[in-house]
C-alpha cells in the first residue's frame, strides 16, 4: 500500500498526499522557509497571525511572497493568545487577510512559560469558531475525554501535544495517544514536542493521521536538511503503521526461518 495519493490525508473534506506540517517560524529569513519547506514536501503550512506579517504591516517582508496561497494551503494559527476572545479575533483578521479561507489551527495558551493549552478557553473558541463557518484544527491536552468533546463540537482535526511546545522531548504518552486516535473519527496530529525524525516515524507508527512540527526543523543546525529527514520519517512511519508491525513478545524468541521440514545435520563420522 502506497502513502500517495493512493492514501490521502483528509481535512475538511480537501484530500492531501503529505502528512507533514511544517511552521514558519524561528528561520533565519522568508528564503530558507521557502527551501526547508520545499524539501519537508508539506502541502499545509500554519503560520503565526500574531507574529508573521501575510499584509496587515505594509512595507515589511511579506510571507505569502515566498509561500502563495496558489501552492500551499495556509493555517492561521493563534500562538500567542491566552483567551478565546483573543483568538477568535485573530483568526477573523486572518479570514478578512485571506480572501475567506476558513481552515485554521486554534491554539489558546494557559502558561506562557509552558505553553501548554487552557482547554476551558480553547473549547469556548472552538464553539465560537465553528459556529462562525471556520474548519478548526485544534492544539489540545492529549486527554481522550477532552479530545472528544472537541470533536463533538465540530472541529475538523484534533491536534494533542507530544510534549511541551519547543522542548523536543518527543512523545511522552503513547498511551493516551492510542486512547484518543481508536475513539477519533476525525483525523489526529501530534502538534508540539516533536525533537527529530524518529519522533516523528513514532508518531505515525502508533496511528497518527499527521504530524505538525516546527522548532524541530528551523531549530535543527541544518534545518533543511532536518526537514528532508522529517518528510522520509513521517513516510515511513505511516507505512510501517500500514504494513502491521509483528507482535510483541516478552521473554519469548521466534525463529526467522522455518522450524520443519530441516534439513539433517552433517554426519561427524569420519571416513
Known amino acids: 500500500m502506497k502513502t500517495d495519493s493512493s492514501d490521502p490525508l483528509v481535512i475538511a473534506g480537501k484530500a492531501y498526499s503529505s502528512r507533514l506540517l511544517v511552521g514558519t517560524g524561528k528561520y533565519k529569513d522568508f528564503a530558507q522557509t521557502r527551501e526547508a519547506i520545499d524539501a519537508s514536501g508539506a502541502q499545509i503550512i500554519t503560520v503565526a497571525i500574531r507574529r508573521t506579517n501575510i499584509g496587515q504591516t505594509a ?22 493568545c491566552y483567551s478565546a476572545d483573543e483568538a477568535v479575533r485573530t483568526l477573523r483578521l486572518a479570514r478578512e487577510l485571506l480572501d475567506g479561507h476558513t481552515l485554521v489551527k486554534l491554539e489558546v495558551l494557559g502558561d506562557p512559560h509552558t505553553l501548554f493549552p487552557n482547554m476551558p478557553e480553547t473549547l469556548a473558541a472552538a464553539k465560537t469558531l465553528v459556529a462562525d463557518g471556520f474548519h478548526v484544527m485544534v492544539y489540545c491536552t492529549d486527554d481522550p475525554i477532552q479530545c472528544r468533546m472537541l470533536e463533538d463540537i465540530g472541529c475538523v482535526a484534533v491536534m494533542p501535544l507530544a510534549s511541551l511546545i ?21 483525523p489526529v496530529l501530534v502538534d508540539a514536542g516533536v525533537g527529530t525524525a524518529s519522533d516523528a516515524a513514532i508518531a505515525m507508527e502508533l496511528g497518527c493521521d499527521g504530524v505538525l512540527m516546527n522548532t524541530a526543523i528551523a531549530g535543527a543546525q541544518h534545518p533543511v536538511l532536518m526537514a528532508s529527514a522529517m518528510k522520509k520519517a513521517v513516510e515511513a512511519g505511516r507505512e510501517a503503521f500500514l504494513a502491521g508491525r509483528v507482535p510483541r513478545k516478552t521473554y519469548q524468541a521466534a525463529p526467522s526461518s522455518p522450524t520443519t521440514g530441516l534439513i539433517a545435520p552433517l554426519s561427524n563420522t569420519k571416513t
Open 59 to 80: 512595507g515589511e517582508p511579506n510571507l505569502l511572497e515566498y509561500l502563495p496561497p496558489g501552492k500551499f494551503t495556509l493555517l492561521p494559527n493563534t500562538a500567542g
Open 166 to 186: 519547543g522542548s523536543g522531548m518527543g512523545i511522552l504518552n503513547p498511551w493516551n495517544l492510542r486512547l484518543i486516535i481508536d475513539q477519533s473519527k476525525v
